[in-house]
């Protein structure tokens, strides 16, 4: 049992020792208190103070391995869930689609969008237990990407010969096709469908830092930068500095619109990060390649070699470290961890598809079969969790922690406030004896 938790569970029995007689004292015997009293009450109230502090690393740690929403979806229209952090998976869907689904992401606990193939979209209102079409162009064409950032709304989709759909408002749908023929310039934006012309690429991901400003990968090596007006005129640029690579970047996760990591085939993986420019108000995306350059710091990854990245994952923790998941097509995972990354294996040789971070030691990896595995000490050791047969494409996962942790963190407060100010007043009454 971590040190921490001992300490947690010492200071709530006293507290409950201490307190809840304190409580029953009587004003007309608050004159008469002991010295032993009053210092036993003090050492409550700083019993309870130092839980406090640590009460944000263990909450988020028990809270995040125990209570987070995961969908994973597939082939054949399948989708799967879990609503305790990996431990349990049930079908979700079923008869929605027969089309194969590609990506997955939720805008909140309850609010989903799933894309996939021949123009398939759908949506969830309920945390899946129910899914509802949605017709976001009349043309049959793979989406392949798709970020919701808020429930009322925007979301974008990506897919195949540069299609990219966005909505502000969930309701009325925007599709252009990107044509970016250079690197280093603006791509052009077209309301028609062209099939025969190269410069419409694949576009595999999209992530968007504020409602305006964001990235989208693809194939050939290509990111482009998307500043978004939603009463004007939208820009494209196609960015320069990992142009002209034959590798194709198939994923982009992000976490709290901070850091972003891509990563693709050919061993591929970025270190994405948004700057803002103050003179009009964009934002300027820095990549860095985290497989050849130093300079993309303590994650430069530098020993790893001959592996496809299919999924990645990345989570800021609130004392300021990273961690960052890779998963790879030979059914090892790399994970970094504060300072160093360590290659991981699962004893399977499938491509490892999907990939949820629930706290720094609770990871769940979804493989190209359909095999759920589980860690809960970081990746040391795995356990297959059985789920229903599909093949995975994609998994999403958001903690119900933030929610919980409001209230059960107030209710720690509440109660080293009151202690305090009680441990306070019975030394001023007794001062003043």
């Known amino acids: 049992m971590s040190s921490c938790r001992v300490r947690q569970e010492m200071k709530t029995k006293t507290a409950h020792c201490l307190i809840k007689p304190a409580m029953r004292l009587k004003l007309s015997r608050l004159r ?15 019993l309870l103070l130092m839980y406090k ?13 125990r209570y987070a929403w995961i969908h994973a979806v597939g082939k054949e229209g399948k989708i799967i869930a879990s609503s305790d952090a990996g ?3 049930q079908l979700q869907g079923t008869g929605v689609t027969p089309n194969d689904l590609n990506d997955v992401c939720f805008a909140d606990l309850r609010n989903g969008l799933v894309v996939g193939s021949r123009g398939t979209a759908i949506m969830t209102r309920n945390h899946g237990i129910s899914w509802e079409s949605l017709s976001l162009t009349q043309l049959s064409l793979d ?8 429930a009322t709304g925007p979301a974008y989709v990506v897919g195949e010969k540069g299609t990219f759909i966005s909505t502000q408002d969930m309701s009325t749908w925007n599709t252009v096709f990107l044509r970016c023929p250079s690197e280093g310039s603006l791509c052009t934006q077209n309301s028609t469908h062209v099939t025969n012309d190269t410069a419409y690429i694949d576009l595999h991901g999209v992530r968007f830092s504020d409602f305006s400003n964001g990235v989208i990968v693809g194939s050939f090596g290509t990111a482009i930068q998307v500043s978004v007006d939603w009463s004007g005129q939208t820009n494209y640029l196609r960015l320069k500095s990992i142009d002209s690579i034959q590798y194709s970047l198939l994923r982009l996760a992000s976490d709290r619109l901070s850091d972003l990591v891509a990563c693709g085939t050919s061993m591929t993986i970025f270190r994405v990060v948004p700057v803002s420019n103050h003179n ?5 995306w820095e990549w860095t390649n985290c497989t050849s350059e130093s300079s993309c710091g303590p994650i430069k990854l530098d020993h790893i070699v001959g592996k496809n990245f299919l999924s990645c994952a990345i989570r800021n923790w ?3 470290t990273m961690q960052v998941l890779v998963g790879t097509d030979s059914g090892s995972l790399l994970i970094y961890n504060h300072s160093t990354w360590v290659e991981h294996t699962l004893g399977i040789n499938e491509s490892l598809t999907g990939l949820y971070i629930s ?3 609770v990871i769940i990896a979804g493989t190209s079969t359909g095999k759920i595995f589980r860690t809960v000490n970081g990746g040391k050791t795995w356990i297959q969790i059985k789920a229903p047969a599909m093949q995975i494409r994609s998994m999403f996962g958001r903690s119900q922690m933030s929610v919980m942790n409001g209230s059960m963190r107030r209710k720690v407060d509440n109660a080293a406030a009151y202690t305090l100010m009680l441990s306070m007043f019975l030394s001023i009454m007794h001062i003043s004896r």
Not at 280 to 284: C, K, L
């Open 32 to 46: 008469t208190i002991t010295p032993i009293q009053r210092m036993l009450l003090i050492q409550a109230t700083f």
């Open 53 to 65: 502090r640590c009460s944000a690393q263990l909450y988020d740690a028990q809270l995040a391995s």
């Open 143 to 150: 989406f392949l990407g798709v970020y919701y950032m808020q």
């Open 87 to 89: 431990l349990s998976w």
């Open 318 to 320: 609130i004392d300021g």
């Open 359 to 361: 706290s720094s030691d």
């Open 280 to 284: 009009n108000n964009n934002i300027h």
